[in-house]
């Protein structure tokens, strides 16, 4: 439901730009002050870290620098319908953070994107710590599904899968708690207002509760052996009787979306997703479904849908990273890293398929599937290449005939 959202214009001010500057001229002192203090360490470990030495102050500072060059062929038919497919050059994410704990009870966290011209908060919230977890009030991610709750740091692919993109809520403003219980279970529930890009809530009659739980059977060689079941439901209430709409690029964020609902007469969506994961040495593989029963009276209570399936493996000594902690994959860190001593980073292939459909009663938003081959190299903790060749197929409502295209998506990554 991301795509019912209008993006406002926020470009910013002289003054924000001078204050993030002083923040950052501010951090660099504490940093140079602190190192000289008696009790404080700083540290690098993938991003700059300042802790206390009793542990009860943390701090750490980064960011993330995506850069994506996109190459499009297409469909003579597809083209004509929804515009030109060029190639092209963005800057896909280019955020930085400041988080820390305070006093060993209370987590912070600021995160801004500066990637489309404005600073935009991603991360912005508070959290109370407590033996079981914490309780978070702020601007953050719903808990649902792994691959939206995945860092895209982190994700196997360039882009999130179809279904992902059209049914994930991303971040909203609220409260949730959060928790695990050692090398088995995590969860996630929290009812949030769903808010605009830069946090604002913009409409009180829509309300999402929303909560997650994941189990793991197996996870055995600090997760060379894993099995991984989650579950997530998301109750999205509408007042009024609102609007949704649901639509997806085709993962390859350049360009424009193939199927898309338009706006939605509705008064609710209950959303439904199974999550399914291993690792075994090398090889790796995930899975999700998801299902949103839309409560739209009017155009006859539709269901729609959708999947991915991907699979991965290491071509060096390496095995995908997983995260007890949060129930998600984490960062790569390969054994041989590529520097001086003539390591070569960690090398990884992987395939997926994703599908989506929003065909049913009442309306026709379209369905398409792609078939991703990706090559992904970790040169070190702190860096990755990557490589997406995406196949996309789809049947639009506007056209009698299927039609498709392919994308090509090199992007350069660096994140501390």
Known sequence: MNGSRTAKKHPVSKRSRLCLTV?????????????????????????????????????????????????????????QEVGEFGNGFEFRRARLFFEGTIYDRIKFKAQ?????????????????????????????KESFGLETLTSSKYIAFVERSLPMESFDEGRNAGVATHGSRGDKLNWGFGAFYE???????????????TGRAVFRPLYEDGGKRLVHVGLGISEKAIENQGAARFRSRSEAHFYGRLVDTSSLPVNGVFLTGLELATVVGRFWAAAELIQAEVDAPLLGDPTIGGFYAQVGYYLTDDHRRYKTSSGTFDRQKP??????????????????????????????????????????????????????????????????????????????????
Not at 35 to 50: C, E, I, M, R, Y
Not at 384 to 394: D, F, G, P, S
């Open 195 to 209: 808010a605009d890009d830069f946090g604002k809530i913009v409409d009180d009659d829509r309300v999402n509760i």
């Open 335 to 416: 054994n041989s890293v590529w520097d001086k001593s003539g390591g070569s980073g960690a090398w990884e292939i992987a395939f997926r398929w994703s599908s989506l459909d929003l065909n049913d009663s009442g309306f026709t938003g379209g369905s398409q599937d792609n078939l991703t081959l990706g090559v992904n190299w970790y040169p070190n903790p702190a860096t990755r290449v990557m490589l997406n060749w995406v196949h996309a197929t789809a049947e639009l409502q506007s056209l009698a005939n299927e039609v498709g295209g392919d994308f090509v998506v090199v992007r350069f990554q660096v994140d501390f």
């Open 23 to 79: 923040a950052g001229y501010l951090l660099a002192g504490l940093a140079a002050s602190a190192h000289a203090q008696d009790g404080w360490v700083t540290k690098w470990s993938n991003g700059f870290k300042l802790e206390s030495a009793d542990q009860q102050f943390k701090l750490n500072f980064g960011g993330r620098i995506q850069a994506d060059f996109s190459f499009a062929s297409v469909d003579d038919a597809l083209e």
């Open 112 to 140: 801004y994107d500066f990637a489309y011209g404005d600073a935009r908060p991603r991360d912005l919230y508070i959290a109370f710590l407590n033996r079981w977890g914490d309780l978070r009030v702020g601007h953050f």
